[in-house]
């Protein structure tokens, strides 16, 4: 059995006492939500913290999918396998189930939340990649109720680093809904449940005419970032889907990552994958926005 | 005589045939560890019991300068911290290796793997104890290690083992089989000569319970109660006495269940003898149990073989020699478990299920600043190398040839009339029919049809493999002529007593990790006895309460100690007879034993039941002269040579062109282990063995950076697989009993593992030889295997 550190540990009973908890015990402090990330580490002992406040109660006020006019609202709290067996989210974006399918096992997956995906900031997180493709906002509340919300761009900081401050919270991700849209995402991973080796995620929202009127392509463990590719997006847009336009796209999305060798592969095998995966699910993505 | 017997597929539904004696039936140890009632060493809880963790390095190679422990012996519950140095004046800081060698219990002059032990705290629960750790003050210089195991050798490579006396470099051994000049001849007549370097990364067994242990000194007693994760409980309690100088009556070694082993659990780790101090230091029982990562990095690993194979032939595909040369990565300390005369195991079996002209292997053992091991990793003593170089070089000569693989073997087998064979390394095989177990596989597969797949795949660019092995294994050791481990013959001992109401208590040597032992025995004995398997029960692990015996690993349960519970069983049989022949007034020689009962001879009304003989073994009334009461026996049974199962497999892989993921597809495993005792079980033990194939075959490998830094450390970073991995396994069996085994049974435990990776692997080359590749290494990953469809493959290391 691995043994954490010694820590402290409460249960938060609303989002502004939670809030209020950080404010008050600083960057000794962290929020645990499904654990999946945060204590592997502590276990490790890779980090180290005095207090948890465990916001699994807050459950029921953040684990929601909603839909508004022209927005989807996912709730912090949801976790991987809401996200999965979410009918009307695999509706809109058919990319969360292809993503949540290849996310982990079910274990990881009954307890694991989207704001713990995006707030762990882990490059290789597939979530992220998905938000990203999507092109989500993050809701970050503070002290007294303070609420702002940032693209994703700003919200990942750095590897493991993002824009949520000591004493905030991420509370929400916000995805905005398009007409002719579809969606899908791909993972290579060395083994079921492994973190990728590579993986992508492409959206495609095509216009009148069947021509792609934007797109947009996330990659997740190929950078200290799961950023969007704005020179696919470009060379996309306004043209009519075909091969050759993904395999344009692909051989952007392979120039632009920054991978590096690892156990999980060589450098060069991880730009090749970026390249075929953003092809493939290019490919689908237009497939779903068509039918 | 081989029966041959069509299996396909394995139907659940007669599981539980309640037999007397052989066939299925559910494992009698089930419902206790299905219904959370197994008892492991981590359940044991004893009053006053204290916790025990372990200090290890965290570089692969240094001095310890100082280790200061003042602050963690001042930590808050911790009741005692001990150092190398304490140890080393109690004349504990070094225990001997299975293999002669020494090994460090706590460092006290230089720490030579990452994780090796350094110091270890005892506290009043596991927190005190692991926090405790952080304030121990260690100072260490760093050396530069020895990692490149091709290095290890090189005049200026670090001296890793300078506590040897007169060592000046790393050579750990030298060794080698077969006939060298003989060899040079065949292979300088040879029309065709193909050679392949090999390697076999190291892999670890991975055990999902990692090891541990719980002592318990009583001072006033004089006694040593140990419950530890061990394959081998009474070779543990001999090693423990000479260790620590305990007298044997006054230690009892107990292993409990155990959550998996694969060879992880032969060697004594310096965790359990800390345990041991730690109780008579503390006069408290004391509990260790090491974590997943401690498992890892620090107990004992398999393979490491660096190999190089070469294969003689003539042009129509006659196999004339094999030659190999092989570097060994032997890490910190040859820690390798197996018969002291077999520094390589039986990796001599190199030369596989061929009859072959000549056959030449030499060996180089080296020391790295890595974690000791070479433990049977189911591979019954590294014949997972043997038979992996030979099932890789085949192929190899198949492609050299154009010729197709499963021709090729079947035009080398060792025919049946050559048994028993011996081969040009000394082995002694004996029984086998191969061609019909091949030729079982084949139909199964459909052999002729993928191939056709294959062709027409191929033509549109997909990539499709078939890959074939054919082994043979060694197992069951070993006859005690030359088979002992640090002086202790390879013999089992067995009891067993049949209670006055004809129920019976078998007592074994050997322990189950999984295998089944509870049930499987429990049917050797009911077969020879005619007593019912639920009417048997089976007490094993405990030395205080079994007969002597060298423990499992290496397969050899049943060959041995099943043996020795079918001659016990027919022992006590054999008297049941004498007390029969009075009970029904006939001379022994006018009886007749029909399962369960003797009868007159012609006249089956008169019988009495082997109960029914038990009740008057121990009942009023006199006895024949000469016979004592009671109905009981034992025994010691020493082989008196191994048993050879062998078996073909055959893969079928698809290669995506665009991501190089590997999808095992199809696989087809008939195995040939002798005389089936418990069908079930055999496919389990095929099924666990298999999957572990597909892990080595494409995702396992503890390995380092240049630093010694393990890489594998947790079961995120060392893959193994799931069921997502593997395919239903299509399963098929032929019957070549072994002609001196008591009841003609071979070890099935580790065929599978040893037998699948070279067809796995012979699949994945198959499918990309659109590409040009004849060969690619061990962990096949996307990656590497998309740098071999680049021309670019290669070694792991
Ligand atoms: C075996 C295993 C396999 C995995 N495989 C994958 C995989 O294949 N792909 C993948 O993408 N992920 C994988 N994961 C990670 C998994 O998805 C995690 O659940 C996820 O990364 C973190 O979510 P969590 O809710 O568990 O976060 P936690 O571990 O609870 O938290 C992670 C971090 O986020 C912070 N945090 C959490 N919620 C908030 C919030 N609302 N506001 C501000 N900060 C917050 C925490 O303080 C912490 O620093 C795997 C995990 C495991 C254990």
Redesign the interface.
């Known amino acids: 059995m691995q043994v954490p550190a010694p820590f402290e540990y409460e249960r938060a009973t609303s989002v502004d006492q939670a809030i209020g908890l950080l404010e008050r015990l600083g960057s000794s402090a962290r929020l645990v939500a499904g654990g999946h990330s945060l204590l592997p580490m502590m276990k490790l002992r890779l980090a180290n913290f005095e207090y948890l406040i465990d916001i699994n109660p807050l459950h029921d006020e953040l684990g929601y999918i909603r839909s508004q006019a022209n927005e989807l609202r996912i709730g912090a709290m949801t976790r991987h396998r809401e996200l999965l067996e979410s009918d009307e989210l695999a509706a809109a974006f058919p990319i969360f189930r292809d993503a949540e399918r290849v996310i982990a096992d079910p274990v990881v997956r009954n307890r694991g939340t989207l704001g713990g995906s995006l707030c762990q900031a882990d490059p290789s997180e597939d979530l992220s990649a998905v938000c990203t493709t999507l092109d989500a906002s993050c809701v970050i509340r503070g002290p007294g109720g303070a609420e702002r919300v940032v693209s994703m761009e700003e919200f990942h900081v750095g590897p493991y680093e993002t824009a949520v401050g000591d004493g905030e919270m991420l509370i929400e991700v916000r995805f905005p809904v398009r007409a002719n849209g579809g969606s899908a995402y791909q993972k290579v991973e060395r083994r079921a449940g492994d973190w990728a080796v590579v993986s992508a995620g492409a959206a495609v929202w095509l216009a009148a005419d069947g021509t792609i009127a934007d797109a947009r392509v996330g990659l997740a463990a190929v950078g200290p970032n799961t950023t969007g590719i704005p020179e696919i997006s470009e060379a996309l847009r306004g043209h009519e889907p075909a091969e050759e336009l993904y395999e344009r796209a692909g051989a952007i999305a392979a120039r632009v990552c920054d991978p590096v060798t690892d156990q999980r592969g060589s450098e060069d095998y991880k730009r090749h994958l970026a390249d075929e995966l953003t092809r493939r699910t290019l490919r689908t993505a237009v497939e779903r926005a068509r039918s | 005589m081989t029966t041959v017997h069509e299996s396909r597929t394995s139907s659940f539904d007669d599981n539980d045939q309640k037999p007397v004696g052989f066939g299925r039936m559910l494992r009698k140890e089930d419902p206790r560890l299905i219904r959370g009632r197994g008892r492991f060493t981590d359940d044991v809880q004893l009053p006053g019991m204290l916790h025990l963790a372990i200090l290890r390095s965290p570089f692969a190679h240094a001095r310890v300068v100082s280790v200061d422990t003042s602050a963690a012996e001042a930590s808050p519950g911790v009741r005692a911290v001990v150092t190398g140095e304490t140890l080393k004046g109690l004349g504990l800081a070094w225990m001997p290796t299975l293999s002669n060698d020494v090994q460090a219990v706590l460092a006290t002059d230089k720490v030579r793997f990452q994780g090796q032990e350094v110091a270890f705290v005892v506290a009043d629960d596991?927190?005190a104890a692991?926090?405790a750790l952080?304030l121990i003050d260690v100072e260490y210089d760093v050396l530069d290690p020895v990692i490149d195991v091709r290095q290890a050798l090189a005049p200026d490579a670090p001296l890793i083992r300078d506590d040897l006396e007169g060592k000046t470099n790393n050579h750990c051994f030298d060794w080698e089989t077969g006939d060298a000049d003989e060899t040079e001849a065949v292979f300088a007549r040879a029309d065709v000569v193909v050679a392949q370097d090999i390697v076999y990364p190291r892999v670890h067994p991975a055990p999902m319970e990692t090891c541990g242990a719980v002592a318990d000194f009583d001072a006033v007693e004089g006694k040593l109660k140990l419950w530890s994760t061990t394959q081998a409980p009474h070779a543990h309690r001999t090693l423990y006495a000479i260790v620590a100088g305990l007298p044997e009556h006054k230690i009892q070694v107990i292993a409990p269940d155990i959550g998996g082993g694969f060879g992880n659990k032969v060697p004594i780790y310096p965790g359990y003898v800390c345990a041991i101090v730690g109780s008579i230091v503390t006069g408290k029982p004391v509990k260790w149990?090491e974590?997943?990562?401690e498992n890892l990095i620090s107990t004992g690993f398999a393979r490491d073989y660096i190999m190089r194979g070469e294969i003689a032939a003539t042009r129509d595909g006659k196999i004339l020699g094999i030659r190999t040369n092989v570097l060994a990565d032997h890490g910190a300390f040859n820690g390798t478990a197996a018969p002291v005369k077999y520094p390589a195991g039986f990796f001599g079996v190199f030369t596989g299920s061929y009859d072959l002209e000549a056959a030449y292997c030499k060996m180089t053992a080296v020391y790295t600043n890595k974690a000791p091991g070479g433990v049977a990793y189911a591979c019954s003593f590294r014949i997972t190398e043997a038979v992996y170089l030979v099932e890789r070089i085949v192929d190899c000569l198949a492609a050299e040839l154009d010729m197709d693989p499963a021709e090729l073997r079947l035009k080398n087998f060792i025919q049946p009339d050559q048994f028993p064979y011996t081969t040009k390394t000394g082995w002694v095989y004996d029984s086998g029919n191969y061609e019909p177990t091949m030729r079982q596989a084949m139909d199964i597969a459909g052999y002729a049809e993928l191939r056709a797949e294959q062709a027409e795949k191929r033509a549109r660019g997909e990539l499709m493999g078939i890959g074939i092995s054919f082994f043979t294994e060694a197992v069951g050791a070993g006859p005690r002529k030359n088979m002992d481990i640090l002086g202790l013959g390879m013999a089992d001992g067995c009891e067993l007593r049949v209670h006055p109401t004809g129920k019976a208590v078998v007592r074994l040597s050997v322990k189950t990790q999984g295998q089944g032992h509870e049930t499987t025995f429990a049917q050797i004995v009911a077969e020879e006895i005619g007593i019912p398997p639920a009417d048997i029960e089976v007490v094993h692990g405990d030395t205080d309460q079994t007969p002597f015996g060298l423990g499992t690993y290496g397969s050899r349960s049943t060959p041995v100690s099943g043996a020795a519970a079918a001659l016990v069983a027919r022992k006590v049989r054999d008297k049941a007879q004498l007390i029969a022949s009075a009970m029904l007034e006939v001379t022994v020689a006018d009886l007749e034993w029909v399962k369960g009962s003797f009868q007159v001879k012609g006249d089956p009304a008169k019988a009495v039941t082997i109960q029914q003989i038990a009740m008057r073994a121990h009942g009023a009334g006199d006895l024949p002269d000469g016979v004592e009461g009671g109905l009981e026996a034992q025994i010691c049974y020493n082989p008196s040579n191994l048993t050879y199962p062998h078996g073909a497999y055959i893969c079928v892989v698809d290669v995506d062109p665009?991501?190089?993921?590997v999808k095992v597809r199809r696989f087809i495993a008939v195995d040939d282990c002798g005389t089936r005792i418990n069908p079930m079980i055999i496919e389990g033990q095929v099924h666990g063995g298999l999957t572990d194939g597909v892990g080595m075959a494409?995702?396992e490998m503890i390995?380092f950076d240049e630093d010694g830094n393990c890489?594998g450390a947790?079961l995120?970073?060392y893959?193994i697989?799931?069921a997502?991995?593997v395919p239903d396994w299509e399963t098929g069996y032929t019957v070549t009993p072994s002609p001196h085994h008591p009841i003609g049974a071979k070890g099935v435990g580790e065929s599978a593992t040893v037998g699948s990776p070279p067809a796995i692997v012979n699949a994945v080359v198959d499918a990309l030889k659109p590409y040009g590749v004849r060969h690619a290494d061990m962990p096949l990953?996307?990656?590497r295997v998309?740098?071999a469809m680049r021309g670019r493959a290669t070694p792991p290391i």
Request: charged residues 30%; aromatic residues 6%.
């Open positions: 596991r927190y692991r926090d952080e149990m974590d997943r990562s665009g991501t190089a993921q494409l995702m390995s890489l947790s995120m970073d893959l697989p799931t997502l991995e990953t996307p990656s998309w740098d």
